[in-house]
């Protein structure tokens, strides 16, 4: 019934962004497998290794609890170099306006968007602004692209989890999802939770020193820490056993989802990583984590079980045992 | 730890895990329990609770996730509203993705339509008030915890003097379907975990008719894992003692009678009529409609629109599912033509319905 027509659940980052991809975007564009698929491709000009990503962020709204547009579009396009061990050089940014929109708004955003690019280690070194005409646009949309430079040989992407990994994440998940959705008009819930929005690549820069043990450097930003393991999973075909009672997980933003109907490990994060890493240099990885201000509630929260047709399952917090699927669209709020 | 955690202790679940194995062992025939609220079908496959009771325990599902029973005309109607120009649609999440006879609100929308997801019906009276150019509808779905919000939109709408707000209802009741499936040869449920919110409002006694009619074991149960494990250890208690009366485990928010003031909004705006159910049928007087006195905000009555002819899905056994007497996995389209990306069914599309959960959780 819906063949023909984009929907918002294509752009979610779960199974129907997936589907988008692999049948319609990935074989007429480039042909490079879905399985080949990770946070940024891995070039090499002229003996240079160069990670190269882009991304666009549509966020409403455009400000809320712990940052805005701007530090997001340039903490999640650092986080995606980084994901890949790179460390990140510099971006572009590409604003799309739409008329009406305030100078003085923009303003922020850019302020902002310099001090995450501070932060960050990163220069903006080149742009481009569009304007289009009211009603033809959501205020702003912004594009980040960058390049980041590989200084290792290390093969770390989402095919490399093996069996006995531990999955390690470096704190709470949820936040920026709770966080922009409680600042959403006519949703009056005051949670509390600010975004994570934060860049990863200081924190990856610490990891990178476990060296071969280090197997899967994943953020969980749409679809959350359960799509992006399912992903994992299947790239890597594996199966993946997670404890929910070892999941970080703040109480405003278990209170919102409680509320809501919504679960958590399928709520955004833009500040957190998973890492898949040996067993024997887990504990080690954890106490890097742990030392690093973006990493003080690291927890582990799952191991690679078995070599097996990628599924992710559960051990509940009382016990029983449940699978793990991708989201299916977007994540919707129940009706009672 | 906190109130909540107190519900969610691994000690006590697993504890009351090993009692029930204990109450049953040795029981040639399975004793099945059914639950017939959307919430505890989520809560029974999130928690993996089915892989913590013993073997001669089952619990299936019943028809208790308002979506799944609402049926395609309703969906029909609300889409060709969609369709006018000067209308906005209002409604909760899920009813977004259910499959009409051939679209979707989620289709309409990206075609254009404007629906818009809330999260209370008063915030569809507050987009009315804003646009009074505008007809503004919200979907009225749900069983007796949703219908008063409801009522209570269409009083506020009326105080407010709006003109321009609708509902197009569609509200269940719940101890009728029930009572259904007690009278169905086909189907032995040895008790019912009775749902927790509606029982907050109609009061727990609504039930009392099933065990005196059709001496069915029934328990009020909370949603968290302790209370469901306790529910079913209630009813495991009354079946194998051969008893059937109504107890409420879900004490500390429901009582005999229920909440007053919410029934009596219900009596005043809406009344009761025999309702069509997805996949089941028509239940006598299992439905509730907008009451004359508030016909105006009627949005069947009052905004008059084509609606297409009514096609049902081929193949879909969610009627079946929703009276519990087939499993997700027992039809042909699960996983493969019926997905949550890609629903056939209503039991698909809920986050609260049957296959969902199994989709999402069970597999």
């Known amino acids: 019934m819906n063949d023909d027509l984009i929907l918002l659940g294509h752009g979610s980052g779960g199974k129907l962004s997936h589907q988008l991809l692999d049948e319609l975007i990935i074989p007429n564009l480039s042909g490079v497998p879905a399985a080949g698929q990770n946070d940024a491709a891995l070039l090499n000009i002229g003996g240079v290794k160069l990670a190269f990503t882009t991304d666009s962020y549509v966020v409403d709204p455009i400000f809320f609890p712990g940052g805005n547009i701007g530090d997001l579009a340039v903490n999640g396009t650092v986080n995606d170099l980084a994901m ?27 302020t902002s968007m310099r001090e995450a690019a501070d932060a960050a280690g990163v220069a903006i070194v080149t742009g481009d602004t569009k304007v289009v005409p009211r009603g033809k646009g959501d205020r702003i949309f912004i594009n980040t692209s960058g390049i980041g430079a590989l200084e290792h040989n290390l093969a770390i992407n989402g095919a490399a989890a093996c069996v006995g990994d531990k999955v390690i994440v470096n704190g709470c998940i949820g936040d ?13 819930i005051d949670s509390g939770i600010k975004s994570d929005s934060a860049p990863l690549n200081g924190l990856v820069a610490e990891l990178l020193p476990l060296g071969e043990a280090l197997h ?34 703040n109480p405003g933003v278990r209170g919102v989802c409680s509320i809501l109907g919504l679960d958590p490990l399928y709520v955004a994060n833009e500040g957190k990583l998973l890492a898949l890493v040996a067993p024997e240099r887990a504990e080690e990885a954890l106490a ?32 029983g045992v449940r699978g793990v699927e991708m989201l299916a669209g977007e994540q919707l709020p129940r009706i009672c | 730890m906190n109130y909540l955690d107190s519900f969610r202790d691994k000690e006590l679940v697993q504890g009351l895990a090993r009692r029930i194995a204990e109450l049953v062992r040795g029981r040639e025939k399975p004793l099945v329990f ?39 005309g309703y969906l029909d109607r609300a889409i060709a509203l969609s369709r ?54 919200f979907l009225g779905v749900g069983f007796e915890t949703t219908a008063p919000t409801v009522a209570g939109s269409i009083l506020a709408a009326k105080a407010q003097g709006l003109s321009n707000y609708f509902v197009l209802a569609s509200h269940k009741t719940m101890p009728q379907p029930m009572a259904i499936l007690s009278a169905d040869p086909d189907l032995s449920v040895d008790g019912y975990i009775c749902p927790a919110h509606v029982s907050a409002i109609i009061g727990a006694d609504a039930y009392r008719f099933l065990c005196t009619e059709y001496q069915v074991p029934c328990v009020v149960t909370g949603f968290e894992p302790t209370d469901v494990m306790q529910g079913v250890e209630m ?78 899905h081929q193949g879909c056994l969610c009627g079946e599912i929703l009276k519990g007497k087939v499993a997700p996995g027992d039809c042909p389209l699960f996983g493969g033509k019926c997905t949550p990306e890609s629903p056939v069914g209503a039991c698909m599309v809920s986050s609260e319905g049957t296959c969902a959960a199994a989709f999402k959780y069970g597999r």
Not at chain 2, 43 to 61: F, H, M, T
């Open chain 2, 84 to 137: 006018l120009p000067d209308v906005i649609i209002t409604t909760f999440g899920d009813m977004l993705r259910v499959p009409g006879s051939t679209s979707s609100l989620m289709v309409e929308r990206a075609k254009g339509a404007d629906i818009r997801v809330v999260y209370s019906p008063l915030d569809a009276v507050r987009i009315a008030a804003a646009n009074p150019a505008k007809r503004v509808v």
């Open chain 1, 288 to 319: 890097i984590m742990r030392r690093h201000p973006l990493g003080k509630d690291a927890a582990v929260i799952g191991e690679v079980t078995e070599a097996s047709a990628g599924r992710v399952v559960m051990e509940t917090a009382v016990g």
């Open chain 2, 235 to 312: 009813l495991a208690r009354q079946a194998l003692q051969g008893e059937s009366r109504v107890e409420i485990q879900y004490s500390r928010v429901v009582s005999r009678e229920g909440n007053a003031k919410a029934q009596g909004v219900l009596a005043e705006v809406f009344t009761p009529f025999d309702a069509p159910w997805r996949g089941i049928g028509v239940l006598p007087g299992s439905g509730l409609r907008i009451a004359d006195a508030y016909s105006e905000f009627d949005a069947e009555l009052a905004i008059p629109v084509q609606v297409e002819e009514l096609k049902e």
């Open chain 2, 34 to 72: 059914m639950e017939v609220c959307g919430t505890h079908t989520m809560a029974i496959y999130q928690y993996g609770l089915r892989s913590l009771l013993p073997p001669e325990v089952k619990l299936i599902s019943g028809p208790g996730c308002p979506v799944c029973v609402t049926p395609n």
């Open chain 1, 84 to 110: 890949m061990g790179a460390r990140p050089l510099c971006l572009s940014v590409g604003f799309i306006l739409e008329e009406g929109f305030l100078k003085s708004e923009l303003a922020r955003i850019v």
């Open chain 1, 216 to 249: 899967v450097l994943r953020d969980p930003t749409r679809g959350g820490v359960a799509t992006t393991l399912k992903e994992i999973a299947l790239q890597s075909g594996v199966t993946v056993k997670l404890s929910e009672e070892s999941l970080p997980i």
């Open chain 1, 176 to 188: 920026h999802g709770i966080a922009v959705l409680s600042a959403r008009e006519g949703l009056e």
